[in-house]
């Protein structure tokens, strides 16, 4: 029975003949035998949705043991409320459009939800008014089941035809015979053949000259055997240029075990090969800068044992690797080097990232061999020390160059040192003869010029009187000048008298000189540094007092000498304008030459200069010696 069926069902004659409009419903119990004899629900409603009569099947969906227990009941009282509303909303609709409404929909059927393809048609009268629906079913659950297991099958095919598009790799699939049906985008890219130009033809199109008969063969021979295949292969793309191809070929196979199909997955290897070869032309660059490095290398483990080292290193050395290798690097030390080794590998092993030291190897050839070792620590993530990679540096020639630096630098300080010592002579010498020859002269000279005024005076020659006075005032200040000279270029009394009194003796001609209050104070009289460092402090002295005078326009100095454990010290004060001595360059050219002299005579004499000044505030001068 189908729809058209059920809506002319009310127009037959038997209802037709019938006034009272109960009397058409009733007449269905006509049918009622048919209907039950049907596979599927039936059922008729009136307008207000409750069931006028239904059959065995729609009974038997609802849990009704007889179909009478349904009659007058509505979809609210036999389904959820949220079916019944969707029901009662259909019936509505039919009733109202008079058209039949087909719907696919979920309907429990013995506490199962089924699927059921639905169909409500309206009921009416000879008058053609509408009286109420009628409807019947058909279960579509395996249909739907079906149709979203093609869905999934469908979506899960899209899924792997998308992945396959997708990958970078080459991937082909052929018939038995080994005619291409598929090929990614991968593959075309690879090859630099178009789908158009791949699909149909047999892959033996991209092999050529220079592809292995080997590789074919074994290829070939493992496919006949339906077995799978992996290896590399020459291949040659569209340009003709070739590609080393890694490639895998899997036999698919139907139910029946034969193989209907092969999936081929290609790799193109060219830059993967040709990294690898300029991996290893680097690697072996990298090894042989290590082995012939211009200083050596090693590693050594927590032990102090060795566990790698350059062949620069052996060479210097001159023992073979397998000498070395597992023998603790002390062992090849001179005893005297060894504590200086372990201070260092001690704080390597601590968590000292950096270390360095300077030892001496013991070459198989008993000869020594001066290092620096400079090391960095190799650490786990929890800092554990796993091994040290050292640089060594041969200091063979850095301490030759360093003794003939030290003794150029001795023969220096010998030259200088004597020179010091000559140009003193030398003034001494000039100073004594200085005085020595001039001073009886020209006191020889003043006496014979006053015997001849008191005789032209005797005789009334006043004018000629005068300028003999004259003369001999000359003569006496020339002398005094004289004596300043010789006393400048070597104070007689520091050879006869020792430092303190020349420095006194000193002091007095140039308060008298300058005006400037001057005090010099001893702690110890009997003061006597040698010779050199006596001279040192004299000058020193000297060219203070005059910077005192010169430039610092002070009125008052004071000079300090002291004897200590560590040699003399001597401070010389004023209280001078004063100078920035932060900002003083000694080294300058015009700057403080004076100042330059002294540092460099106390550094000369093995002491310290330190000099203290400020803008105002006067400046101190203190050497230790």
Known sequence: MDAQHL??????????????RETPIACLELYRTVLDTLPFPVWVKNTEGRLLAVNAAFARVFSASLPQELVGKTDFDIVPAYLAEAYRADDQHVLATRQIKVIEEKIPDGGIEKWFETFKAPLTDAGNEAIGTIGFAREITERK????????????????????????????????????????????????????????????FLQGPATSRETVGKMRSALASGQQFHGEILN?????????????????????????????????????????????????????LYQNAPCGYHSVNKDGVFIRINDTELRWLGYAREEVIGRALVEFLSPATIPSFLAYFSLL???QANAQT??????????????????????????????????????????KAEAERLRQAAKLEAMSRHLVATQEEIRRRLSADLHDRTSPNLAAISINLGILANELAARGSSEITARIEDTRALIEDTAASIREISTELRPPLLDYAGLLPAMESHLD??????????????????????????????????????NCAKHARATSAEICLSHQMNGISMSISDNG?????????????????????????????GGTFVIDSSLGKGTRIHVQI
């Open 509 to 546: 001609d140039f308060i008298r000189r300058t005006g400037i209050e001057a005090t010099i104070s001893c702690t110890n009289r009997e003061l006597q540094p040698s010779p050199e460092h006596e001279l040192v402090l004299f000058r020193i002295f000297q060219e203070a007092l005059t």
């Open 349 to 351: 092993l601590k968590e």
């Open 236 to 288: 040659y793309r569209k340009d003709g240029s070739s590609f080393r191809n890694e490639l895998s070929i899997v036999p698919i196979a139907d139910s029946k075990g034969k193989v209907t199909q092969f999936v081929g997955i290609l790799r193109d290897e060219t830059a993967s090969k040709l990294a690898s070869e300029q991996l290893r032309t680097y690697a072996g660059e990298v090894e042989d």
């Open 145 to 204: 089941q079906g149709e979203k297991l093609r869905e999934e099958q469908l979506a899960s095919l899209r899924l792997h035809h998308d992945a396959l598009a997708a990958i970078t790799q080459g991937v082909i699939i052929t018939d038995a015979d080994g005619q291409i049906s598929f090929a990614n985008k991968g593959f075309e890219k690879i090859t630099g053949y178009a789908q158009r130009e791949i699909v149909g033809r047999n892959c033996r």
């Open 358 to 399: 300077e030892v001496e190897f013991i070459c198989k050839d008993g000869s020594a061999l001066p290092v620096l070792i400079s090391a960095t620590a190799l650490r786990d993530e929890a800092g554990n020390f796993l091994a040290s990679r050292a640089n060594v540096y041969d200091r063979r020639e850095h301490k």
């Open 577 to 605: 304008i004063g100078f920035d001595s932060q900002q003083l360059n000694l080294a300058a050219p015009g700057n403080g030459l004076g100042l330059i002299n002294m540092r460099e005579a106390t550094e000369f004499a």
């Open 7 to 20: 809506t002319s069902y009310p127009s037959s004659p038997e209802i037709a003949a019938c006034s009272d």
